[in-house]
């Protein structure tokens, strides 16, 4: 059970990783991910931004440190929004979505 949780703890550090490595590439393009934190059996909103190879978070506090997770707490991405940067309030600038998280993992689909 502890090698299975290391293991998904090691693929959220590393999909992040590799998607602020694609981020850092394509400027112009700002990644949002969606799911949840499981707390005390309730479900807590989370959403992750990913911009020129940063990752911030607009509902919990984050990690500076690069060798540590960008979110302490465990957490399940649901939802993947890909835009063009920079935003503006019109829908104009949204590109695609996708609940896979490998989908952006290829950086043709950023563009």
Do not use: C
């Not at 998607?19 to 991910?33: A, D, F, G, Q």
């Not at 690069?66 to 835009?83: H, Q, R």
């Not at 935003?87 to 896979?100: D, G, K, V």
């Amino acid at each position: 059970m502890e090698e299975t949780l290391t293991s998904q703890k090691m693929a959220e550090i590393e999909l992040l990783k590799i998607l602020e490595k694609i981020s850092s590439e394509i400027p112009n393009r700002i990644l949002k991910l969606e799911g949840y934190i499981q707390k005390k059996n309730q479900k807590e909103q989370l959403e992750i931004i990913i911009f020129r190879g940063y990752s911030s978070s607009t509902t919990h506090p984050i990690e500076i440190d690069s060798e540590k997770k960008v979110i302490a707490l465990t957490y399940i991405t649901t939802n993947f929004k890909l835009y063009k940067a920079p935003l503006t309030e019109t829908e104009e600038n949204f590109i695609r979505e996708n609940q896979n998280s490998i989908f952006f993992l290829n950086q043709k689909n950023w563009i």
